[in-house]
T-cell receptor, first 116, second 114 residues
Framework: GAVVSQHPSWVICKSGTSVKIECRSL??????MFWYRQFPKQSLMLMAT?????????EQGVEKDKFLINHASLTLSTLTVTSAHPEDSSFYICSAMLRSGTDTQYFGPGTRLTVL | AQSVTQLDSQVPVFEEAPVELRCNYS??????LFWYVQYPNQGLQLLLKYLSGSTLVESINGFEAEFNKSQTSFHLRKPSVHISDTAEYFC????????????FGKGTKLTVNP
């Protein structure tokens, strides 16, 4: 149980275009989802916390207008990278909690974004 | 605020040798502790966690970690590693009763050589 999927797993796009990444909890309802960014050979950097039905909470330094997060249902959160640039190329990972206030986050397999 | 220090960025070992991946943390409040493993081009998988009770926790694939409150450590150990254990290992803490944000260490790359 507690499986989280991401789609797509790999995407290449041109500079200036927008890319949407989906994060789904497959066998549970997730009131809270998290979006992370991971640079090569580095740890995960939390970008934002997404709560179903409300606006995402962004970490300091993360541009909310560039990284649009929508948590429309208890099983789906999306991250849209708007007007992508090469420096946005990274590995994006989402995670979900079974319920708020619990201890364990379950991670998706990640999405590798390459912006040309 | 919390911080997590993984003292070794890379640990090379030979197959069937024992290994210890070190993790120390600092926090002004009590925390839960986690080890996650990341295989190449994949997301993170929970390896084991300490919430309360026995300070020694084990995973299904032979890893164990011991919470040492006085030393604020949560080192990960395995008595005999396999080639398939080659991966990146992340230690993380979660403050109890407050923020739901995990704080990660920078990771330790474990490479098991034949």
């Amino acid at each position: 149980g507690a499986v989280v999927s991401q789609h797509p797993s790999w995407v290449i796009c041109k500079s200036g275009t927008s890319v949407k990444i989906e994060c789904r909890s497959l066998d549970f309802q997730a009131t809270t989802m998290f979006w992370y960014r991971q640079f090569p050979k580095q740890s995960l950097m939390l970008m934002a916390t997404s709560n179903e039905g409300s606006k995402a909470t962004y970490e300091q330094g993360v541009e909310k207008d560039k990284f649009l997060i929508n948590h429309a249902s208890l099983t789906l959160s999306t991250l849209t990278v708007t007007s992508a640039h090469p420096e946005d190329s990274s590995f994006y990972i989402c995670s979900a909690m079974l319920r708020s206030g619990t201890d364990t986050q379950y991670f998706g397999p990640g999405t590798r974004l390459t912006v040309l | 605020a919390q911080s997590v220090t993984q003292l070794d960025s890379q640990v090379p070992v030979f197959e069937e040798a024992p290994v210890e991946l070190r993790c120390n943390y600092s926090s002004s409040v009590s925390v839960y502790l986690f080890w996650y493993v990341q295989y190449p081009n994949q997301g993170l998988q929970l390896l084991l966690k300490y919430l309360s009770g026995s300070t020694l926790v084990e995973s299904i694939n032979g890893f164990e970690a011991e919470f040492n409150k006085s030393q604020t450590s949560f080192h990960l150990r395995k008595p005999s590693v396999h080639i398939s254990d080659t991966a990146e290992y992340f230690c993380a803490v979660l403050p109890q009763g407050g923020s739901e944000k995990l704080v990660f260490g920078k990771g330790t790359k474990l490479t098991v050589n034949p």
